[in-house]
């Protein structure tokens, strides 16, 4: 094959990709014949590129001299059209030179600057270019596109480490973000919404999962714009990813009867799970970080710090009679749930004893039978964390007021304190 050849729509789309700007310039009276370099199938190619009678034309060499000496042979041959060409009036040629001489600090051929032209113009329409570009600057002034997304995450984890939420919370974010910079290895400003929609679509999570999903994400951009990376004055492409319609689902709870069938068949070290649960409405999770500290009798509360809640916001929880009934003997030191398998083990007792054990079956029971007591919708929101749009939406009117009284009157038996001792014997001599 010549080593000399016009290029082809293809080569010339490659060719725009790999070049940023003219490798050299060669020049000839008036004329100047750019010469690029840029790299197809993993060689350098040297491309000059000029017009003759209107048409753009385009040749490609593997050896600089060669592309030289016919740059030089190009811009001779357009030297003299310009000379012996007298459709050019005056004025005309002076506009020409006036032209090339605004150009020439940018070292920007006449031809390439009036190809952006007309194509910045096609994208804008009517808004001027100048307009458009000191929009551009204002809107990423002091943007950092050269960190990629894998060390925006890494500041993003120290930063929630740093501020103390729960380990359990920072793993969560820590998986769903680790597979998001699997996924997008480049800069953050490559990433579009449809993009990040593919990705949240491309798994088998339901619904739900796909928003706190996407809730992550969207913190990840949100971090990244205060940071600095992403403009400060645009919404992320994350926030205009629209969130998954989660299928409204029946909120199973236990009845009371249930519940005293389930805390008469328990060992004591279940207990504190399954009243402060079930009767304080604390998720699982929040109770694993709890203390015997929090848990005051003498003035019948429980104090979830901000450090501890899922919220992250302080809680104060009452204590009811029949939930005071029951920690009395069991207040101690230390954790309130020392093992790290309790929910398990009384998902297993559960089972066992005919009642099972559905997914928040014992904080759904406790809302319920809460809001049908107090008959206050925020109070109980506030007291379980939640919003009062939740408690309408799935806990509001589930269940009677008689059936609520029932299920707080749930006591321990009269000798519990008796049996509490005898089974802690028990358990230490096993």
Not at 243 to 258: G, M, R
Not at 342 to 371: F, M, Q, T
Request: aromatic letters at 8%; hydrophobic letters at 40%; one cysteine or more.
């Amino acid at each position: 094959m010549s080593d000399k050849y016009l290029t082809t729509p293809a080569t010339a789309s490659i060719n725009k990709q790999n070049l940023k700007g003219p490798h050299t310039t060669i020049r000839h009276g008036s004329v100047m014949v750019p010469i690029y370099a840029g790299t197809t199938g993993g060689k350098t190619r040297y491309t000059i590129a000029f017009h003759v009678d209107g048409q753009r034309q385009r040749r490609m060499f593997t050896d600089l001299d060669k592309a030289k000496r016919e740059a030089k042979l190009a811009a001779e041959k357009i030297q003299r059209g310009l000379g012996s060409n007298n459709d050019l009036s005056t004025r005309e040629r002076d506009l020409f030179h006036a032209a090339r001489k605004l150009l020439s600090p940018l070292g920007t051929p006449l031809v390439a600057a009036i190809e952006e032209y007309v194509l910045a113009r096609d994208v804008l329409g009517d808004i001027p270019l100048v307009t458009a570009a000191k929009e551009y600057k204002r809107q990423n002034e002091g943007v950092r596109a050269s960190v990629n997304i894998a060390e925006i995450c890494d500041e993003l984890f120290a930063v929630k480490k740093q501020d103390g939420f729960s380990q359990g919370y920072q793993d969560a974010v820590k998986s769903t973000l680790s597979a998001f910079c699997k996924a997008f290895p480049g800069s953050i400003q490559h990433v579009k919404s449809e993009h990040i929609e593919k990705w949240l679509r491309e798994t088998t999570h339901n619904p739900a999962t796909r928003n706190n999903r996407l809730m992550m994400v969207r913190m990840l951009f949100g971090f990244a714009k205060q940071r600095n990376y992403l403009p400060k004055i645009e919404t992320t492409e994350a926030m205009q990813v629209g969130k998954s319609k989660v299928p409204v689902t029946d909120t199973e709870i236990y009845t009371p009867e249930q519940f005293e069938k389930i805390l008469r068949a328990a060992p004591s070290y279940l207990i504190p799970y399954l009243v402060l649960c079930g009767f304080c409405g604390i998720r699982s999770a929040e109770l694993c970080r709890l203390d015997w500290s929090a848990v005051n009798l003498e003035r019948r509360n429980i104090e979830l710090r901000a450090t501890q809640a899922k919220t992250a916001a302080r809680r104060i929880i009452p204590i009811c009679d029949n939930l005071a009934a029951w920690l009395t003997p069991l207040v101690g030191k230390g954790r309130i749930i020392p093992k790290p398998r309790i929910r398990c083990d009384a998902a297993i007792l559960a089972k066992e004893i005919g009642v099972g054990w559905p997914k928040n079956a014992l904080r759904h029971s406790y809302i319920s039978y809460r809001v049908a007591l107090t008959g206050d919708v925020p109070r109980t929101a506030l007291e379980s964390g939640n919003s009062p749009e939740i408690i309408f939406r799935h806990y509001h009117e589930l269940v009677e007021p008689d059936a609520a009284k029932a299920w707080f009157g749930i006591m321990p038996p009269d000798d519990w304190a008796e049996k509490v001792s005898r089974m802690e014997t028990q358990e230490t001599a096993g």
